[in-house]
């Protein structure tokens, strides 16, 4: 117990010491009070900001600690939010058929993330291919997606629906208990803290040592015996399968997917939300989460059409001017003030 | 039906596919090639060509001088583009991604607000052409006419002139370069700007083909960075040449018996399989072979 504690307070992330955890707690006690003030509908728009941190996570543990950029990320997380649809809808009335669901999502995010993983990985292509295939990867399937409409494209019961997406996706259910609304909402803010101090303890394990070394320096990690090809191909199963995660809590949120969830829009979306807050810091990467979706929504609610150009402009000036990420550079300034 | 016409009309396929994927490759590649770039705004530049050679087109100006213009309008851009942004990104190349990715935003959304959804098109030039039982389109026949000249005059301007040179031997060695006198940054900045000017040039070119709107860009996007990643940026020429064509013979047959949307699946599994084979593109093991024959003929 002493020796987690002490790998979730490591130094490996923004964010150590008893002063930082009691803030964490104390901004953590707001959140879980939140839904007592506010409506059901607002809660559940707050949820959507929540259900996006995985996704978040997935890339900085790829990008900000392992030094691979992955571009399609929203990838796994439609291939995650189709199977659950599939495998869901077809056992509608089963209270198996949502747990089932969500394991189908991960198992189809674990296999295609393997074997493209397998295969860029493995024959040690340079750095700046990675993001391009990953890229191409996820307008694939969403080309792919797009042209399934039709009675013939029908699994099960189930339509893939073409353009139009998947709809009538079931809520996700522990026996007889729906998660929707308030308990939907704790049910992502649970997740995403389990998911936060799981990957504190894993990238500051041995595991994560490696992977920060390969960041560092794959050639001299490789002469210290590590099998390189693959801890970066588990390091990028590890990713996708978050990303995969946000994308079951998606379709669970919504009851919906449509194949422009893996455009390239979409796809630049994570991306910025790391690069913004900061791209090794998973606390960052929280911050920026909440408050970038908080923005595009709150803009395009309004029918404001600048929230493209705003939110392109913030990435071309942190990357300018904050190359770190905005939050990570402010938290350094403070320490330093201190 | 007569076998003659059949392979003529395939192959007329094959190297118009393969014009298409130089066309939409091309700045890409040069950016990449020389100055270790990955130019993420690339369908962008090309869109912003597309709008120069269309708004100049129905001005009234002849086809052939908009798109000259659209290729003088986007390097001008590029070459701003770069004094101000992308200058401070040399040898990071995944910070360069990220930024050229924001600028892609900003110019795709900014296009839609300026100029709204759609636009008008521009006809096709030039009638077609009939040979057999197949027609041709005589503006494709010149589009590949216009690659070939394209290939001529890189080669000659990489080969004999004095900024080509410097270019190259900034490519090799920076340091060296600029030891020699090289403005390096100048050579970056007109490297820059020429493969921007030629990604709008691509996209004045491909204008007639394909609709005009704000993200059609973003249809460039897969063929061209598929081009890129199994050319390989060791040599610019032979990187392009080679993987269109090579892309192009997958494209053409598969897309034909199968349909267009395997035709891209079969582009991006040969793209998988040739970096498995040679990781650094084709360029890279061409340029090899070429260089163990001329040392064995010396």
């Known amino acids: 117990m002493k020796h987690l504690l002490n790998l979730i307070d490591g130094d490996k992330d923004i964010g150590r010491g008893n002063k930082f955890w009691a803030g964490f707690f104390l901004v953590l006690i707001c959140f879980f009070l939140y839904p007592t003030f506010v409506s059901s509908f607002r809660a559940s728009n707050t949820a959507f900001y929540l259900l996006n941190i995985p996704m978040g996570f997935g890339l900085c543990l790829i990008w900000g600690y392992c030094g691979i950029l992955s571009f399609g990320h929203v990838a796994y997380y439609g291939l995650a939010g189709y199977a659950y649809g599939i495998i869901a809808g077809n056992l509608l009335g089963n209270s198996w058929g949502p747990i089932l669901g969500v394991l189908g999502g991960l198992v189809v995010c674990t296999i295609i993330s393997g074997i493209f993983g397998y295969f860029v990985f493995y024959s040690r292509i340079q750095k700046w291919i990675i993001p391009i295939l990953t890229l191409v990867f996820t307008l694939l399937l969403e080309t792919f997606f797009v042209q399934t409409s039709g009675y013939q494209w029908r699994v099960g019961r189930v339509l893939l629906g073409g353009f139009n997406g998947m709809t009538n996706i079931p809520f996700f259910q522990i026996g007889t208990f729906e998660f929707e609304g308030y308990s939907f909402y704790y049910y992502c803010l649970v997740i995403v803290l389990v998911l936060f101090f799981g990957l504190r303890i894993l990238v500051n394990s041995k595991f994560g040592q490696i992977v920060i070394g390969i960041r560092e320096d794959e050639l001299r990690t490789e002469m210290l015996g590590y099998d390189i090809r693959f801890l970066q191909c588990v390091t990028f199963i590890i990713s996708a399968n978050l990303a995969g995660i946000s994308g079951l809590l998606y379709v669970q949120w919504g009851n919906y997917i449509t194949p422009s969830q893996m455009g390239i829009l979409q796809a630049a979306l994570p991306v910025i939300w790391c690069a913004v807050g900061g791209r090794n810091s998973f606390i960052a990467v929280i911050f920026a989460t909440i408050v970038l979706n908080w923005l595009s929504f709150t803009l395009s609610s309004q029918g404001n059409q600048y929230a493209l150009v705003i939110i392109g402009t913030l990435l071309v000036i942190t990357m300018v001017f904050f190359p770190r990420g905005i939050v990570v550079m402010i938290f350094e300034k403070m320490q330093k003030i201190r | ?298």
């Open chain 2, 1 to 298: 039906m007569d076998i003659g016409p059949l392979i003529i009309s395939l192959i007329y396929q094959l190297f118009a596919n393969a014009a298409f994927l130089f066309l939409a490759a091309l700045g890409l590649i040069i950016i990449l090639g020389m100055m270790n770039i990955i130019n993420l705004a690339h369908g962008e530049f090309m869109m912003m060509g597309a709008y120069v050679a269309t708004i100049t087109y129905h001005a009234g100006v002849p086809f052939v001088i908009s798109v000259i213009l659209s290729f003088i309008v986007v390097a001008i851009i590029g070459g701003i583009f770069e004094l101000l942004i992308i200058r401070r990104f040399y040898g990071e190349e995944l910070g360069a991604l990220v930024v050229t990715w924001g600028i892609s935003l900003v110019l795709g959304q900014g296009t839609l607000l300026l100029f709204g959804p759609f636009m008008p098109s521009i006809k096709i030039p030039g009638g077609s052409y009939k040979f057999g039982v197949f027609s041709y389109s005589e503006y494709w026949l010149i589009l590949i006419g216009v690659c070939i000249l394209l290939i001529v005059l890189l080669w000659w301007v990489y080969s004999f002139t004095n900024y080509g040179l410097q270019a190259k031997a900034t490519m090799q060695n920076p340091d060296m370069a600029k030891c020699l006198g090289v403005s390096t940054k100048k050579i970056y900045t007109i490297t820059f700007s020429i493969g921007a000017g030629l990604a709008g040039l691509g996209g004045a070119l491909l204008s007639p083909t394909m609709t005009i709107a704000p993200f059609m860009g973003q249809q460039f996007v897969a063929p061209a960075f598929i081009t890129v990643v199994v050319g390989g940026a060791t040599n610019v020429i032979y990187g392009a040449v080679g993987s269109s064509l090579i892309l192009s013979a997958v494209k053409t047959n598969i897309g034909m018996a199968f349909g267009a949307f395997f035709g891209t699946v079969a582009l991006l599994l040969t793209a998988l399989i040739v970096i498995r084979i040679m990781p650094n593109g084709i360029s890279a093991t061409f340029q090899r072979y070429i260089d163990k024959k001329s040392l064995s003929t010396k």
